[in-house]
């Protein structure tokens, strides 16, 4: 813990004293220390589609390496209408409409600071992806935490359940919603579906009750769909924008990270009506002026590869969950079996440890496996204290090796 003197504390925003540089990439850090297997950050460890990354190369050659239009290259802004058409039915205004951003993370930082203010609430489900609780601080914005709670049944047995599903309680929720005072106005709720950390894909029951939440007291839908095309057993991915009513108050951030396996690249996007569009490439223009112009363009050329690339990423990843899984219930794991996304959480209670903190520093410097302790992702440490969670974005010989190195893990 780095110690602040009273005179640099004067300089400090109090903004950064509510929380903590990155744990998921501080794990990583660990993992290059100790040389670890790297199941804690969600980056896949294998190439990239060699179509994808020629098409960068060949715009760098054709010398697309100068500023791009600061809300985005009309070829990748039309790419992302024709496919949010095309999976979704949702029709999309190219010029009006859509802002890229570097990566989606600046896309939920430059949405929440162009629509929140100054006491204002950000309805928030946790466990959470690391960035939303500091991104609604940043913005001047108060998170306001609701739970999702893992699946009960087959715990004891020693692993999770493969139909079960994280829940949220629906009271918890409303009251989430109610929560307006003079003070205190309930501005967006954030949705991430498939779930990262949880795998949980939101249905559409669950998503039609946000969305009449959202209408009751004029909140905005600001949804993370970063992981859309990886789904399991069945799921279905819905777009909250496509339900009645939400059209004009909803705000969906994607990128080509994950589905594309290039997290390096940067590149993200925001689709909203026009003017909170607008608002939205204000914050954009002055946070990084433009995402990289070359990768701009071969963003597009992902973006129209044709439906069986998606069935096979969300097959590949199967396989990929269905290789660690195992491996992870024989060592002692209570595995909760993601239905989206490439993570699965772990209760870690049989081992013995004191806290998720502990166990994830015996791991990664003793077993050589780096995992992401569970309480980064509550608002109370404690919550997840018996939680790890997993990535499995990585070769079948990681997992294997993973799987090896398992075997030295000991229940207490």
């Known amino acids: 813990m780095t110690l ?8 400090l925003s109090d903004k950064v004293e509510h929380f903590t540089e990155s744990v998921i990439r501080e794990m990583t850090r660990q993992a290059m220390q100790h040389g670890a297997v790297n199941l804690a950050q969600g980056f896949p460890d294998f190439s ?16 697309v390496n100068q500023y791009a239009i600061t809300w985005g290259a009309k070829s ?20 009006k409409e859509i802002v890229v951003c570097c990566g989606s993370t600046e896309a939920m930082i430059a949405t929440l600071l162009a629509v929140c203010n100054k006491g204002d609430e950000v309805v928030v489900f946790e466990p959470f992806y690391e960035n939303y609780g500091p991104d609604a601080i940043l913005s001047g914005a108060k998170p306001r935490f609701v739970s999702l709670r893992p699946p009960q049944a087959s715990k004891s047995e020693g692993g999770g359940e493969p139909g079960g599903e994280w829940t949220f309680d629906e009271q918890e929720l409303r009251e989430a919603f109610q929560h307006q005072t003079a003070q205190h106005h309930t501005k967006a709720i954030i949705l991430n579906t498939p779930n990262n950390p949880t795998g ?24 993370d769909e970063i992981y859309e095309h990886i789904l399991y057993d069945g799921s ?28 390096g690249w940067r590149v993200g996007w925001a689709v909203a009506p026009p003017a909170i569009t607008n608002a939205i490439r204000k914050v954009h223009d002055f946070l990084t002026v433009g995402a990289p112009a070359p990768l701009q363009e071969a963003g597009a050329v992902a973006l129209s590869l044709p439906a069986s690339y998606y069935r096979e990423l969300a097959d590949r990843y199967r396989e990929r969950r269905d290789h660690l899984i195992p ?45 992401v302790p569970g309480s980064s992702f509550y608002k109370h440490p404690k919550d997840g204290s018996q939680q790890v969670r997993f990535a499995f974005c990585k070769k079948p010989e990681t997992l294997d090796e993973a799987a090896r190195r398992l075997e030295k893990l000991v229940r207490k």
């Open 236 to 263: 279905e991915h819905i777009s909250m924008a496509r339900l009645d009513g939400m059209r004009e108050r909803t705000i969906t951030i994607n990128g080509l990270s994950k589905s594309y396996s290039v997290t």
């Open 48 to 63: 990239a589609l060699a179509e994808i990354k020629r098409a960068a190369q060949e715009a760098i050659a054709a010398d």
């Open 76 to 95: 990748l802004r039309v790419a992302i209408a024709r496919q949010m058409r095309e999976w979704q039915g949702i029709d999309v205004d190219p010029e």
């Open 327 to 371: 491996a992870l219930e024989k060592a002692g794991f209570v595995c909760y079996r993601p239905r989206g996304a490439y993570y699965v959480m772990t209760d870690i209670s049989a081992f013995g440890f004191a806290n998720d903190v502990e166990f994830a520093a015996y791991l990664v410097k003793e077993i050589g496996i780096a995992c």
């Open 200 to 223: 949980k894909v939101f249905s559409r029951k669950e998503l039609e009750l946000i969305r009449d939440l959202c209408v009751e007291y004029n909140v905005l839908a600001i949804t």
């Open 4 to 11: 602040v003197s009273p005179q640099h504390k004067h300089f």
